[in-house]
T-cell receptor
Framework: AQTVTQSQPEMSVQEAETVTLSCTYD???????LFWYKQPPSRQMILVIR??????QNATENRFSVNFQKAAKSFSLKISDSQLGDAAMYFC???????????FGQGTRLTINP | NAGVTQTPKFQVLKTGQSMTLQCAQD?????MYWYRQDPGMGLRLIYY???????DKGEVPNGYNVSRLNKREFSLRLESAAPSQTSVYFC?????????????FGDGTRLSIL
């Protein structure tokens, strides 16, 4: 079974600085999808960024980018120019090709210090 | 632009009571999901429905039943609530057509079992 591990329960960063959230996963599949979701205090789960495993190029969405290391089974999220609105729980998630379910990590609580 | 709507947002039950959580989506998605979120454990899949008329167990189905009423609606029922089912419940939906389509989440239902 696939597992996703986020080893940082909490992180904090100064406003305008850059922070990287870590995620590792375990799978025997060669093709799959990876996601980062943001959950603010409002509880809503918001998709931040996604990556297809067959793509070597790292995904980027504005201030959010990933460092996808397939051999190491690592999928970290980098947030540049951190803003107060980035404060939230961040979840890394895995999905196999053809699979219905998402497998989530335990989450990392990100605090932005003004 | 409602997306995924869950009702109720909060509920308190006594042990042994029954309860149905409602979920509806207006994005014409074919797949729908129910997750539970517990502290320190991320989200775990309870049940999912790949299409109208079909349902399948996820990672933690015990104590729950589901009904895919039509393409829009997917309900989760607790027949005899137990304190271990105290959690935040999320409904999600996605369009599954062989592409990497993300799951869209509702705002969650906070359920407390006394």
């Amino acid at each position: 079974a696939q597992t996703v591990t986020q080893s940082q329960p909490e992180m904090s960063v100064q406003e305008a600085e850059t922070v990287t959230l870590s995620c590792t996963y375990d799978t025997s599949e060669s093709d799959y999808y990876l996601f980062w979701y943001k959950q603010p205090p409002s509880r809503q789960m918001i998709l931040v960024i996604r990556q297809e495993a067959y793509k070597q190029q790292n995904a980027t969405e504005n201030r959010f980018s990933v460092n996808f290391q397939k051999a190491a089974k690592s999928f970290s999220l980098k947030i540049s120019d951190s803003q107060l609105g980035d404060a939230a729980m961040y979840f890394c998630a895995y999905r196999g090709v053809g699979a219905q379910k998402l497998v989530f990590g335990q989450g990392t609580r990100l605090t932005i210090n003004p | 632009n409602a997306g995924v709507t869950q009702t109720p947002k909060f509920q308190v039950l006594k042990t042994g009571q029954s309860m149905t959580l409602q979920c509806a989506q207006d994005m014409n998605h074919n797949s729908m999901y129910w997750y539970r979120q517990d502290p320190g454990m991320g989200l775990r899949l309870i049940y999912y429905s790949a299409s109208e008329g079909t349902t399948d167990k996820g990672e933690v189905p015990n104590g729950y039943n589901v009904s895919r009423l039509n393409k829009r609606e997917f309900s989760l029922r607790l027949e005899s609530a137990a304190p271990s089912q105290t959690s935040v419940y999320f409904c999600a939906s996605s369009f599954e057509g062989g592409q990497n389509q993300p799951q869209h989440f509702g705002d969650g239902t906070r359920l407390s079992i006394l």
